[in-house]
């Protein structure tokens, strides 16, 4: 990987001191919003992996990878807005384009839960 790519999550870092540790070596995120910014980041990588393995458990029954690659795959994701962040949510807005190229908003509020410290995705309320 290239060390000048920028994060897709809005960081202004590059990739390898951004989000790459988190998604490719292991490397837990240190927050429940620094998880939120990798999950978006794997979604522009179609790393269906981590975001399933980034789901809490309790969760993963109800969601597929080869669901959440579908969609990875057939949008085209554009920036990340992070509007709140606290201690276990993060609410945000992900901007992509669908498979028609028609301009679409993702706006949640996620919820995060620490558990054995590890940061998960549990859920969002979406708006």
Do not use: R
């Given at each position: 990987m290239s060390n000048?790519?920028?994060c897709p999550c809005g960081s202004e870092l590059n990739l390898e001191q951004c989000c790459s540790p988190y998604i490719y070596d292991g490397v837990g995120a240190p927050t429940a919003e620094k998880l939120m910014r990798s999950r978006f980041t794997a979604y522009t990588l179609h790393e269906a992996t981590y975001l399933f393995n980034t789901t809490h458990i309790s969760e993963r029954r109800y969601t597929h990878?080869?669901?959440i690659l579908a969609w990875a795959k057939q949008n085209t994701w554009q920036k990340l807005e992070v509007i709140?962040?606290?201690e276990n949510t993060v609410e945000f807005k992900a901007y992509f384009l669908d498979e028609n190229q028609k301009p679409q908003i993702h706006h949640e509020k996620s919820t995060f839960i620490n558990f054995e410290n590890v940061w998960?995705?549990?859920d969002g309320k979406f708006y």
């Open positions: 000048n790519i920028p990878k080869s669901d709140k962040s606290t998960y995705y549990v």
